[in-house]
């Protein structure tokens, strides 16, 4: 089920007790003591993945979070959402999932949020520090109930890009269960700008400025990344060879 740093070693440790009893040849022992290396090495990294993103002081933000990328997505859709406040705007959540969600606004401003003040790093060389505002997706994932298979957590976004692709993004379960990485629907205490992603944004907090989908309109729980997109994982990650493991 969800990949937490304690089922993972569990898992790595039963693996590793399992495979003694298989056999004791040099090369298995070779294989064994490279296994264990890497199980080491996994456990640092994943613990160096669960920290927190620095927060910032309320003085330190930024006056204006600029806008980049699509700033308005301006489809017939997005338009008829907009001048309706929202208010028939849905978050489906499906694909891996027990129990598929499709949540209005409200419900999740009725849902416990989190709020903190971080640094966005574009790729394009320009940075912001804003205060973010919105639901954990660990709070949604766990209300849906992931499926044992599903590994990543995919982002479609309303707006199409100059390829006439729809924007997406995806992480995997570290990130997506990590305590920072929220579904935001207010910036610098208003509610979302258009040109900032409006209604609802992901912060992945620990990754660039790419990650961070706007326009959310569904979120997918796969096993594979191949099916969607190009298969890279992202728009960009498709059509730039942007790195998909975008970590900072
Ligand atoms: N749906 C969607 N999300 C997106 C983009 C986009 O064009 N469309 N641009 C990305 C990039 S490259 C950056 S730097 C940030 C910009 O967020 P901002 O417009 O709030 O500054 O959003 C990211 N998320
Ligand atoms: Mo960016």
Redesign the pocket.
Known sequence: MILTRRAMLIGATATLAGCDRIGSNARFREALFSAENFHKWAQRSLMARDAMAREFRPDQISPI??????ANPNTPEYKALWRGNFADWRLRVDGLVARPLSLSLAQLHSLPHRQQITR?D?VEGWSAIGQWRGVPLKTILDGAGLRGQARYIVFH?A?RMGTGRP?YESIDLTDAFHPQTLLAFALNDRPLSV???APLRLRVERQL??K????LMRIEAVQHLSAIGAGKGGYWEDHANYDWYAGI
Do not use: E, L, S, V
Not at 212 to 215: E, V
């Open positions: 979070f600029r806008a980049n990328g699509t966005h574009c976004c707006d924007y040109a900032n992603g400025g790419y961070q989908a706007k326009y």
